[in-house]
Structure formats: C-alpha cells, structure tokens
C-alpha cells in the first residue's frame, strides 16, 4: 500500500501560482511513477503532469510552459509548481502512483491521495 497527502491548493487570482506537494508513505517510492491528475464537477478526469523515477516529465500540452512536476525520493513527495493560473484551472487536483511506467490513463493508476481544491478567480 502506498498512502498519498496532497497539499498547497487553494484560491488565487488569475496570473498567480501555486505550488502543490504531494507526501507518499508506505513502500519505496522512488520504484513509483507519480503523476498529477485534476477533476471539474461533471468532467473526467484530467492528466496534468507526471514524472517516473529517474526523473523523465510528460506534461500535459493543456498546461505545458505553465507547469514544471518534481520529485524528491530522498523526501517521499512530488510537486507541481503551477504558474500563469487561469479559471479554467479550477478543478480538484489528484496525486496518484502507479508501479510501472509513467502514462496518462487516470484509470492505470494503483494509488490516489483523496485531493486538494483549486480555486483560480478571474
């Protein structure tokens, strides 16, 4: 089992940044691929970023130029620095981790954190 605590969200004015941290516990996370997802009420979830464990990023092209993910596997966390927020970023943002390789499909993924709200006000 790995455990996932997002923190960082919150409300910010369109322009601003936000940095998200996501804690994992539980089992080796460097042998763990982290993305970061987000939801809106009545929408699929959405793949924003991920990074797998040597450190390779796939951004989603929704966000890229705007978004950077790292990891610390000394420290057990992945961030998402957000920059250049628009409303359209609003959403609930979602840690997850898989064992294998770093893809896209929300569905793929073995653990999820239970979220952290953004809130982007124009």
């Known amino acids: 089992q790995v455990q996932l605590v997002e923190s960082g969200g919150g409300l910010v004015q369109a322009g601003g940044s936000l940095r998200l941290s996501c804690a994992a516990s539980?089992?080796?996370?460097?042998?763990?691929?982290m993305a970061w997802f987000r939801q809106c009420p009545g929408k699929e979830r959405e793949f924003v970023a991920g990074?797998?464990?040597?450190?390779?990023?796939n951004i989603a092209n929704s966000v890229k130029g705007r978004v950077t993910i790292s990891r610390d596997n000394a420290k057990d966390t992945v961030d998402l620095q957000m920059n250049s927020l628009q409303p359209e970023d609003t959403a609930v943002y979602y840690c997850?981790?898989?064992?294998?390789?770093?893809?896209?499909?929300?569905?793929?993924?073995?653990?999820w954190g239970q979220g952290t709200q953004v809130t982007v006000s124009a």
């Open positions: 539980g089992r080796t996370f460097s042998n763990y691929a």
């Open positions: 997850a981790a898989r064992l294998r390789s770093l893809i896209a499909v929300p569905d793929l993924y073995d653990y």
């Open positions: 990074i797998n464990w040597p450190g390779s990023t």
